[in-house]
Each structure stands twice: as structure tokens, then as C-alpha cells.
């Protein structure tokens, strides 16, 4: 059984950093992994992916505060995140493609003084 296994979200105040981690279990090769993130009353939206090459892009909103990042050996996903801004308040989660998409359960990330 595959498990995506989020963790690293808080309370931060703006200009802060962050960084998520995602741990897989269960598989150790994806086609693709990334984050995503909800806000209140917004669509999920695509933050950054990591594909199996290495190759890495990200939504405009975060690029150049944002960096995704793996480690293999862990089998862990990260998002570092900096200069953070209250619009980046938001529940994020873990994505991982095989075959399948799964999902990890959603980690809290709240932007505020």
C-alpha cells in the first residue's frame, strides 16, 4: 500500500520560511512528484514538481522562494519555502504518479503576524 506522509506546516509570520517534507512508503519510483495547495474557497493549484529526471518547474506566484528538492535515499520530498507572504496560506499537499496519483492527507501552512 502506498502512503504519502506530509509533514513540516505551522504558523509562520510573513518573510519566514518553511520547509514541507513528504515521505513515501510502500514505492520507491514515480513517474512525477509535487506539491499542491488549497486555500479557503479556491481551487487546488499546483505549486512545484519534480519529475524522475530531475527536472523542476513551479507556479509563478512562488518561483525564485520556493525550491522542491529529493532526497532517493529517504524516499522524502521537500519544499523549501521562504519569504513567505500571507497569500501563500494554504493546506498543502503531497502528490506522487506512478501508474496511480496519490495523495498525502494535507499539511496546514499559515501565513501571519
Known amino acids: 500500500q502506498v502512503r504519502l506522509v506530509e509533514s513540516g506546516g505551522g504558523l509562520v509570520q510573513p518573510g519566514g520560511s518553511l520547509r514541507l517534507s513528504c515521505e513515501a512508503s510502500?514505492?520507491?519510483?514515480?513517474?512525477?512528484r509535487a506539491w499542491y495547495r488549497q486555500a479557503p474557497g479556491k481551487e487546488r493549484e499546483l505549486v512545484a514538481r519534480i519529475t524522475r529526471a530531475g527536472e523542476t518547474s513551479y507556479v509563478d506566484s512562488v518561483k525564485g522562494r520556493f525550491t522542491i528538492s529529493r532526497d532517493n535515499g529517504k524516499n522524502t520530498v521537500y519544499l523549501q519555502m521562504n519569504s513567505l507572504k500571507p497569500e501563500d496560506t494554504a493546506v498543502y499537499y503531497c502528490y506522487a504518479r506512478t501508474e496511480q496519483v496519490y495523495w498525502g492527507q494535507g499539511t496546514q501552512v499559515t501565513v501571519s503576524s
Open positions: 510502500g514505492i520507491s519510483s514515480f513517474i512525477l
